[in-house]
């Protein structure tokens, strides 16, 4: 597949995911992390470009993506890490979401422990890990838990640890629009259909004013089974959450890793990463914080990103 065509299906699939981006938040009042009843096997797709290269025997890039997204939300980037980098690329679903289990304990304590049965699986030692969101934060936490399994770090627009009220503020609305989103497909609906009611919904509720193609609106992360339509994320699971206490899904990150850290993030993001640097630079001594003009939260559509990212990753220790 060329690159620019590459380029164009990646750009699709982040004004996509635009659409669902106020889903991607992260709670603030951190608890204590408790060890996880059972480890999960994820859900995952690996890719390589060129076998045999000298590269092929390196940590693997797993990719971990944000709340309410799925490993199809690397597409295009998937590729191109895989093709500049010469690494095997690994695009994971965190439990409750995409196709992996779902489970009660959804905290990022119990979510970072699912990568150890994953890295297992993929028989490595060591990986690369990259994470958006809340999958920047599983990634901080498995990382600062399991120092000695990390080559490096790279976290898109999220701190160590909390957010700021403005982000914060806007979880409850997003779980009301999901909500309505999916209340809004018509009973019997096949895949298909319901996936064009629920973009259709996204688009007027977020007053949306372009249109996406069929195959775009084919990646929205929706399940039909004997008529019956949802998310492919425990939403019902993050709704008694929010109702009860939101503290629960974030767990407080603590202790050391000496190894290069990248947190990349958008200087139009609510999220406010440069407020963080003290922190960041106390667990991440080796730690450069890159910010992108005119990015939000979503930093991964800009090239410069892609750029920084391949950059960051081929460097030598």
Known sequence: MKLNSLFGKMRSFQILFCL????????????QPKKSKKELQLSYSCMRVVEGGKNAEKAPIILLHGLGMFKEAWMGLYQIFALKTGRRVCAVDLRNHGDSPWSDETDT?????????????????????????LGGKVAVHFTLTNPNKVEKLIVEDMRPNGATDDANKMVLGALKIFRGAIDSVPKGSTEPEA?????????????????????????LPIKCKKGKCEWKM??????????????????????????????IYGEASPFRIPDAKDEIEKLFPKAKL????????????????????????NEEN
């Open 20 to 31: 669902v981006l106020l889903l991607e938040i992260c709670w603030c009042n951190p608890i």
């Open 234 to 263: 425990n939403l019902k699971l993050f709704e008694k959450l929010s109702n009860v206490d939101t503290a629960k899904i974030l767990v407080k990150s603590s202790g050391l890793f000496e190894n290069p850290a990248l947190f």
């Open 290 to 313: 890159v910010g992108v003009k005119g990015a939000g939260h979503v930093v991964s559509g800009f090239p410069e990103y892609r750029d920084e990212v391949i950059r960051f990753i």
């Open 195 to 219: 996936k064009k009611a629920v973009y259709e919904f996204l688009k007027k509720t977020l007053g949306i004013s372009f249109h996406l193609d069929q195959r775009a609106i084919d990646f």
């Open 109 to 133: 304590a119990s979510m970072a422990s699912d990568l150890n049965p994953l890295m297992k699986t993929l028989k490595v030692d060591k990986v690369i890990l990259l994470g958006h969101s």
